[in-house]
Protein backbone atom coordinates (compact mmCIF):
# COMPACT_ATOMS: atom_id res chain seq x y z
CA UNK A 1 0.00 0.00 0.00
CA UNK A 2 1.52 4.10 -0.72
CA UNK A 3 1.62 6.04 1.83
CA UNK A 4 -1.29 8.33 1.90
CA UNK A 5 -0.23 12.22 2.70
CA UNK A 6 -1.40 12.95 6.27
CA UNK A 7 -4.10 16.12 6.06
CA UNK A 8 -5.87 16.73 9.36
CA UNK A 9 -6.50 20.04 10.60
CA UNK A 10 -4.43 19.25 14.06
CA UNK A 11 -1.48 18.81 12.16
CA UNK A 12 0.97 21.31 10.55
CA UNK A 13 0.73 21.57 6.71
CA UNK A 14 0.74 18.10 4.57
CA UNK A 15 4.41 19.68 2.94
CA UNK A 16 6.71 21.51 5.11
CA UNK A 17 9.80 23.15 3.59
CA UNK A 18 13.09 24.27 4.85
CA UNK A 19 16.53 25.25 3.55
CA UNK A 20 17.88 22.04 1.44
CA UNK A 21 14.53 19.81 2.25
CA UNK A 22 10.41 19.58 2.63
CA UNK A 23 9.20 16.65 4.31
CA UNK A 24 5.07 15.37 5.45
CA UNK A 25 4.01 12.91 7.52
CA UNK A 26 2.25 9.72 6.18
CA UNK A 27 -0.46 7.58 7.52
CA UNK A 28 0.03 3.83 6.31
CA UNK A 29 -3.63 2.65 4.66
CA UNK A 30 -3.83 -0.51 6.60
CA UNK A 31 -3.13 1.72 9.81
CA UNK A 32 -5.45 4.82 9.73
CA UNK A 33 -6.21 5.14 13.32
CA UNK A 34 -2.91 5.18 14.63
CA UNK A 35 -1.50 8.05 16.39
CA UNK A 36 2.32 7.83 14.77
CA UNK A 37 2.92 8.62 11.49
CA UNK A 38 5.97 8.23 9.41
CA UNK A 39 8.50 10.53 7.45
CA UNK A 40 8.87 11.24 4.08
CA UNK A 41 11.69 13.81 3.76
CA UNK A 42 12.57 14.58 0.24
CA UNK A 43 15.56 16.45 -0.50
CA UNK A 44 16.56 19.28 -2.57
CA UNK A 45 19.83 17.40 -4.03
CA UNK A 46 20.91 13.80 -4.63
CA UNK A 47 23.36 12.46 -1.86
CA UNK A 48 23.98 9.44 -3.50
CA UNK A 49 27.70 10.21 -3.91
CA UNK A 50 27.48 11.02 0.38
CA UNK A 51 26.27 7.72 0.87
CA UNK A 52 29.77 5.66 1.58
CA UNK A 53 30.73 8.99 3.94
CA UNK A 54 27.30 8.78 5.88
CA UNK A 55 27.87 5.73 6.53
CA UNK A 56 31.02 5.74 7.70
CA UNK A 57 29.43 7.83 10.39
CA UNK A 58 26.03 6.39 10.88
CA UNK A 59 27.20 4.01 14.04
CA UNK A 60 24.99 0.68 13.66
CA UNK A 61 23.83 1.03 10.19
CA UNK A 62 22.97 -1.56 7.89
CA UNK A 63 24.73 -0.52 4.26
CA UNK A 64 26.00 -2.05 1.04
CA UNK A 65 28.25 0.03 -1.11
CA UNK A 66 26.02 0.22 -4.44
CA UNK A 67 22.61 -0.56 -3.52
CA UNK A 68 21.76 3.14 -2.89
CA UNK A 69 19.90 2.85 0.58
CA UNK A 70 21.49 3.08 4.15
CA UNK A 71 18.84 1.77 7.10
CA UNK A 72 19.73 2.57 10.91
CA UNK A 73 17.38 2.11 13.92
CA UNK A 74 17.89 5.17 15.66
CA UNK A 75 16.06 5.06 19.22
CA UNK A 76 12.84 3.06 17.85
CA UNK A 77 12.81 4.74 14.27
CA UNK A 78 13.53 2.65 11.52
CA UNK A 79 15.44 5.20 9.25
CA UNK A 80 16.32 4.66 4.89
CA UNK A 81 18.73 6.72 3.67
CA UNK A 82 18.09 7.13 -0.25
CA UNK A 83 20.09 9.52 -2.57
CA UNK A 84 17.02 12.08 -3.15
CA UNK A 85 14.71 11.08 -0.12
CA UNK A 86 14.90 9.81 3.80
CA UNK A 87 12.16 7.94 5.44
CA UNK A 88 11.33 7.73 9.39
CA UNK A 89 9.08 5.35 11.32
CA UNK A 90 7.23 6.16 14.24
CA UNK A 91 7.13 9.61 14.67
CA UNK A 92 4.16 11.24 16.74
CA UNK A 93 3.57 14.42 15.28
CA UNK A 94 4.98 17.72 13.72
CA UNK A 95 7.45 18.67 16.59
CA UNK A 96 8.89 15.11 16.53
CA UNK A 97 9.39 14.68 12.51
CA UNK A 98 10.45 18.54 12.30
CA UNK A 99 13.69 17.25 15.09
CA UNK A 100 14.05 14.05 13.52
CA UNK A 101 14.58 15.88 9.74
CA UNK A 102 16.77 18.69 10.84
CA UNK A 103 19.21 16.06 12.92
CA UNK A 104 19.56 14.06 9.61
CA UNK A 105 19.75 17.23 7.59
CA UNK A 106 22.50 18.45 9.84
CA UNK A 107 24.43 15.14 9.75
CA UNK A 108 24.07 15.15 5.69
CA UNK A 109 26.08 18.88 5.86
CA UNK A 110 28.41 17.84 8.44
CA UNK A 111 29.44 14.85 5.84
CA UNK A 112 29.85 17.05 3.33
CA UNK A 113 32.28 19.05 5.08
CA UNK A 114 34.11 16.87 6.43
CA UNK A 115 34.25 14.40 3.50
CA UNK A 116 38.01 14.76 2.98
CA UNK A 117 38.12 12.95 6.47
CA UNK A 118 36.17 10.30 6.04
CA UNK A 119 37.28 6.85 4.99
CA UNK A 120 33.95 5.85 3.43
CA UNK A 121 32.32 2.64 3.33
CA UNK A 122 33.06 0.36 0.48
CA UNK A 123 31.88 -2.83 1.38
CA UNK A 124 28.92 -4.51 3.63
CA UNK A 125 28.75 -3.87 6.98
CA UNK A 126 28.24 -6.49 9.76
CA UNK A 127 25.14 -6.50 11.18
CA UNK A 128 23.86 -7.80 14.12
CA UNK A 129 19.88 -8.87 15.03
CA UNK A 130 17.61 -9.21 17.63
CA UNK A 131 17.96 -13.06 17.68
CA UNK A 132 21.95 -12.67 17.76
CA UNK A 133 21.60 -10.77 21.01
CA UNK A 134 18.70 -13.02 22.56
CA UNK A 135 21.07 -16.42 22.00
CA UNK A 136 23.70 -15.18 24.17
CA UNK A 137 20.79 -13.72 27.23
CA UNK A 138 19.80 -16.27 29.86
CA UNK A 139 16.49 -16.84 28.53
CA UNK A 140 15.28 -16.94 32.31
CA UNK A 141 12.57 -13.46 31.66
CA UNK A 142 14.14 -12.56 35.44
CA UNK A 143 13.22 -9.22 34.64
CA UNK A 144 16.33 -7.45 36.39
CA UNK A 145 17.16 -5.64 33.14
CA UNK A 146 13.77 -3.56 33.37
CA UNK A 147 12.22 -6.16 30.70
CA UNK A 148 9.45 -8.33 31.07
CA UNK A 149 11.31 -11.20 29.08
CA UNK A 150 14.66 -11.30 27.55
CA UNK A 151 13.04 -11.15 23.82
CA UNK A 152 11.87 -7.85 24.67
CA UNK A 153 15.14 -6.53 26.27
CA UNK A 154 17.18 -7.91 23.15
CA UNK A 155 14.78 -5.80 20.80
CA UNK A 156 14.91 -2.85 23.08
CA UNK A 157 19.49 -3.28 23.14
CA UNK A 158 18.73 -3.96 19.12
CA UNK A 159 16.86 -0.07 18.94
CA UNK A 160 19.58 1.26 21.32
CA UNK A 161 17.02 1.81 23.76
CA UNK A 162 18.86 -0.32 25.85
CA UNK A 163 22.54 -1.47 26.93
CA UNK A 164 23.65 -4.89 27.17
CA UNK A 165 24.95 -4.86 30.72
CA UNK A 166 21.53 -3.86 31.52
CA UNK A 167 21.21 -7.75 31.69
CA UNK A 168 22.53 -8.33 35.46
CA UNK A 169 22.71 -12.12 34.91
CA UNK A 170 25.55 -11.49 31.80
CA UNK A 171 28.18 -9.87 35.03
CA UNK A 172 29.07 -13.59 35.56
CA UNK A 173 29.90 -14.29 31.95
CA UNK A 174 27.93 -16.49 29.41
CA UNK A 175 28.75 -18.60 26.46
CA UNK A 176 29.01 -16.21 23.32
CA UNK A 177 29.34 -13.20 25.78
CA UNK A 178 32.49 -12.25 24.18
CA UNK A 179 31.88 -12.50 20.41
CA UNK A 180 28.24 -10.51 21.04
CA UNK A 181 30.33 -7.93 22.63
CA UNK A 182 32.44 -7.96 19.93
CA UNK A 183 29.26 -7.79 16.94
CA UNK A 184 27.65 -4.87 18.98
CA UNK A 185 30.93 -2.96 18.89
CA UNK A 186 31.46 -3.69 15.45
CA UNK A 187 28.17 -2.45 14.72
CA UNK A 188 28.39 1.07 16.55
CA UNK A 189 26.59 0.09 19.86
CA UNK A 190 28.06 1.46 23.45
CA UNK A 191 29.43 -1.25 25.17
CA UNK A 192 32.25 -1.27 27.74
Given amino acids: MSPK ?9 SVTSREGYSFSLVNIDCLR ?19 P ?4 RLPGCTYTHGTGVINVMDAG ?43 PVLRKR ?8 LRVLPGTNCGACGS ?17 WAC ?10 EGLLDQLRDNGYPVP
Fill in 5 to 13: ILESPSMQP
Fill in 33 to 51: DSTHFNIVMDLEASIEELL
Fill in 53 to 56: YLAA
Fill in 77 to 119: HIVGIYPERITVTDVTGFEEASELCAKYFTAIRETQADRSSIT
Fill in 126 to 133: PTITVMDI
Fill in 148 to 164: ATCMAFAAGVFRRESII
Fill in 168 to 177: LPLHDGSEGL
